[in-house]
């Protein structure tokens, strides 16, 4: 498998880009295609190991940066990295393709470059949460801000469709976020919503309360982009302050850095969970192309998990199953409303 | 200040009730009434010591339980412990009301009973969750599942009092919950909410990122009641799931255990921060009468500090400003339409 790799996308970019990548080719059956610069990409490569002939770089001269407006931005820069790695996916060049920069550039660019997959009204941006039994996905979280109950349908099959393929869970439980456990409650999207995905066929386990997002209830959390993107944000952010509060707690004085000495393994667990760099990229469901979002602030070993999953991702077939399945129930359910 | 205690709401009623009210008579400026069954209270508040006369009895027979349906339980139960306090509110046998129980039958008994504040078109439930800074009001986090964008600038108006009033912050920073920084970004309603809250001479400080929530950059929290529920309960269970984590991690041997020991102070101080009972009721903003929601797990200390806010929402007069502002607003906005 060729992975097309946007080398100017991120914080860390390009050193992590082309840490992980090397990386990659060592421990992974994957070819790379670094895009971007390529004097700068050739400088940071001459001095690794790796397998002759598996990394390859593509110039791009232009990088979209973070703060861009991303349509004017994927218009204007037709030399970016970001457009010029869509574009080889979308031309075969490539089986993949993974950028950790500008969102909603990125949205924009497979948007227009790839489009969807026949059938799928909307693609979602779905990525994981890190919970007490593991990682649920969250479809959508941020695609798209404002969606009718057919689209969280839809983003309920799908996300059952990429935890069964990538994680293989035998029968992925699906909830729909909500403020209330029983049937009827809800705004009214997720209460027309219910009903659809009652019965979608899939291991719908119902409602679920933010309250239990943590503790890992569901492996599929379907709600609208905004909801998804506050439980993302949300779950980043207070993970992140109270890692702050424990961290001032142990450095207070000699006593509690002894403490703290005592309880390292912990932390270090604790700190494990909460890191997103442990669970690769975000999918983005129903665009026609294996592409991938890895966090803005991705190291090597981010880049290198999102690589992983990507390779996954297009051996388990998960598009063609998310197009047999869209389909499939697409019919039904026209053949109902008839 | 007479305040009407829903003596049989919320998972540890009747008894934490009444010795939150007991604590609260020998403590503050309040005379206490409390509703429901007579003989039960009597039993509980024989043993107990507070000065003669400032509490009272009024028998109510029938008590809403958690899981019931909320109108048809208001309907049915003209005799419960929350219909009838409410409706002593609504006669003036009282000075405010508060209650732990369910909270959708507190929400429909309010807008029936009492009645929204002349001018509000949407009431708001507002409680606190713990940030950095101290607390942040989320305006609304549950009453509203379906909002426009002239319900938030309400919510942004009523929260803002709100927190001037009962916290005595000069100008409360009020922010609109959104999935990124800039102007223009968001769902159908919080653009439209945006340019409202910006030309409504708040102290508005934009959109705020939920990521941002648990570091305080806002006093007031402003999205519709499905968002704001959200935000709410996956804050609740994060820190719940988070400090379980931090359990286990000291309990696993002696010599954590004895790290534990060494940052106790540490550890206390940061379940004082998350702990819901510290930061009193839930005020429904914008009903035509001083009513609080104590979080149902409340226990006397909650009661207490409960009862304690409400004294200063009334003797702060929020209600009377509510009254001024939105329907100054109300005109104005009129008259910029015409």
Redesign the interface.
Same mark, same amino acid.
């Given at each position: 498998m060729r992975v097309i790799m946007d080398a100017f996308g991120g914080d860390n970019a390009p050193r992590a880009v082309v840490e992980g990548s090397v990386r990659a080719v060592r421990e992974l059956d994957a070819d790379i295609i670094l895009v971007g610069k390529e004097p700068v990409l050739q400088e940071i490569l001459s001095g690794m190991d790796y397998p002759e002939g598996r990394i390859q770089i593509r110039h791009a001269e232009e990088v979209i940066g973070c703060d861009e407006s991303p349509i004017s931005a994927i218009r204007a820069k037709k030399d970016s990295s970001l457009v010029v790695g869509l574009t080889m996916l979308k031309n075969g060049e490539g089986d993949g393709f993974i950028t950790a920069g500008n969102t909603g550039a990125y949205l924009a660019g497979a948007f227009r470059i790839l489009g969807r997959i026949k059938g799928v009204k909307r693609p979602a941006l779905t990525p994981f949460i890190p919970t007490?039994q593991g990682v649920s996905l969250i479809v959508d979280a941020?695609a798209n801000?404002?969606c009718k109950p057919e689209h969280l349908l839809q983003f309920g099959i799908m996300g059952s469709i990429y935890m069964k393929q990538v994680f293989g869970i035998a029968s992925p439980r699906v909830a729909l976020?909500n403020?209330g456990t029983e049937e009827n409650k809800?705004?009214?999207l997720?209460k027309a919503a219910y009903s659809l995905l009652a019965g979608s066929g899939l291991n719908f386990v119902g409602n679920i309360?933010?309250?239990?997002?943590?503790?890992g209830d569901a492996d599929v959390l379907v709600c609208?982009?905004?909801?998804g993107?506050?439980? %993302?944000?949300?779950?980043?952010?207070?993970?992140?302050? %109270?890692y702050?509060?424990?961290k001032?707690?142990?450095t207070?004085n000699l006593?509690?850095k002894?403490?703290? %000495?005592?309880?390292k393994g912990?932390?270090r667990?604790?700190k494990k969970?909460m890191d997103y760099t442990e669970y690769g990229g975000a999918p983005l469901l129903g665009i026609d192309g294996a592409v991938m979002k890895a966090h803005g602030s991705s190291d090597a070993k981010a880049f290198y998990n999102a690589i992983r999953s990507l390779l996954l991702f297009e051996q388990t077939g998960v598009n063609q199953k998310i197009s047999e399945q869209i389909n499939c129930i697409g019919r039904e359910e026209i053949a109902d409303e008839s």
């Open positions: 007490d941020g801000n404002d976020v403020n809800g705004n009214e997720t309360e933010a309250r239990r997002i943590p503790y609208d982009g905004f909801v993107n506050v439980i %993302l944000k949300l779950t980043e952010g207070l993970g992140m302050a %109270l702050d509060n424990i001032a707690m142990f207070k006593l509690t002894l403490s703290a %000495l005592m309880v912990g932390l667990a604790f969970k």
